[in-house]
Structure formats: structure tokens, C-alpha cells
T-cell receptor, first 115, second 112 residues
């Protein structure tokens, strides 16, 4: 069964450093998403991406964040200058244009710790 | 935006007990998913269930879309299902794109 994969599974970084979180969506999917979950809190929507552009972003997704689809398979989330409060689990998801239920398939997540 | 409420927020079950988790949502949706988050933080999709009833082992789910709620039934609970159960609903945003909103979750602990 096809699945969304994410790398790395864990990342520790120093405050102020740039991090890039990587996702490989399901191959025929065209919609991509990033979510985050701060420890002990609910999962929050960050951004959705379609046709090489952001289709929606939340108030969390400020200028420190950017997304990119650098090639035909990867979808990345970049945090330019990490802050302590960026420590969270980051989930990538993708969905199929042709799926009438528009189900989002979630990756296993990347746990980011900013020190 | 769509509001998603889950109840109860916390639940302790004796192993082998049954229980029902509820998810209420404030607007019509075109998709609803139940997830289990294990103690390592991984989100596992349990059901895609915008309407109707589905079963998967000791878990089953029913969504009544017209009344804007979904129920997750846990039967003969095992310690392995300890974790957090999330309901997530999908609807179209103003730009015509899919947006998923999560509830705050039900934290379940199954004790031997």
C-alpha cells in the first residue's frame, strides 16, 4: 500500500538555525499539506500546496516558514531561523485529486527539538 | 472555521472493557477521519468515514453526517490501544481547497 514518508524522523537543532523537513507524498497525489503538533496539544494545520503554489496557510505559517516541491517527488518545509516554540511534531499529508472523499494520507511525522 | 469537539477528553479503561468516543462538528463536511496517536507520536489512520459505519477489528466507527457527529466504538480494549484518538474533519475552504481540522483528542489509558 502506498504511503507518505518523512525524513528525518527526529531532528535536534540550535535556536536560530535553518531546518528543512522532507516529505515524499504518495506518487499520484497532487495536494500536499503540512501540520504540526506541539507536545500535548492538538494537531494544527500549517499550509496546503497545489500546482506549485500555496493554496492556503494558517496564521502560524509566518515568514519564517516556506514550502517547496523541488522535484517530482519531494515536498519540503523550511524553517529559516528556528525558535524554541517551533519544537513540535511536524506531519506531512497528501491527497488525490481524483478521490471523491479527498482523504488526506499522513506521514509518520518528524519530531523537531529546538534548543 | 469548522469547530470539532471530542469527548471525553480523558478515559481510563480496564482491559477488556468497551467504550464509545464522540466527535461533534459544527458544519457539514465531506470527509471525516479517526486517528490513533501512539505513545511515540505517530499518527495512524483508523477510518475514513464521512458517513455510515465501518469496522476494523475491535474498533468500529459510525458517522451521521446529517446530525454532525461521529462515534468510535472500542470493544474488548487492549493495552495496545492506549494513546490519543483524534477526530479530523475535512471541508472546503473559501478558496475551494480541502482543509482538515482536528479535534483536541481523547486520551485513552487501558490498564491491565
Amino acid at each position: 500500500e502506498p504511503e507518505v514518508t518523512q525524513t528525518p524522523s527526529h531532528q535536534v537543532t540550535q535556536m536560530g538555525q535553518e531546518v528543512i523537513l522532507r516529505c515524499v507524498p504518495i506518487s499520484n497525489h497532487l495536494y500536499f499539506y503540512w501540520y504540526r503538533q506541539i507536545l500535548g496539544q492538538k494537531v494544527e494545520f500549517l499550509v496546503s500546496f497545489y500546482n506549485n503554489e500555496i493554496s492556503e496557510k494558517s496564521e502560524i505559517f509566518d515568514d519564517q516558514f516556506s514550502v517547496e516541491r523541488p522535484d517530482g517527488s519531494n515536498f519540503t518545509l523550511k524553517i529559516r531561523s528556528t525558535k524554541l516554540e517551533d519544537s513540535a511534531m511536524y506531519f506531512c499529508a497528501s491527497s488525490d485529486l481524483m478521490d471523491p472523499q479527498e482523504t488526506q494520507y499522513f506521514g509518520p511525522g518528524t519530531r523537531l527539538l529546538v534548543l | 472555521g469548522i469547530q470539532v469537539e471530542q469527548s471525553p477528553p480523558d478515559l481510563i479503561l480496564q482491559e477488556g472493557a468497551n467504550s464509545t468516543l464522540r466527535c461533534n462538528f459544527s458544519d457539514s463536511v465531506n470527509n471525516l477521519q479517526w486517528f490513533h496517536q501512539n505513545p511515540w507520536g505517530q499518527l495512524i489512520n483508523l477510518f475514513y468515514i464521512p458517513s455510515g459505519t465501518k469496522q476494523n477489528g475491535r474498533l468500529s466507527a459510525t458517522t451521521v453526517a446529517t446530525e454532525r457527529y461521529s462515534l468510535l466504538y472500542i470493544s474488548s480494549s487492549q493495552t495496545t490501544v492506549s494513546g490519543v484518538f483524534f477526530c479530523a474533519v475535512g471541508g472546503m475552504n473559501s478558496g475551494g481547497y480541502q482543509k482538515v481540522t482536528f479535534g483536541i483528542g481523547t486520551k485513552l489509558q487501558v490498564i491491565p
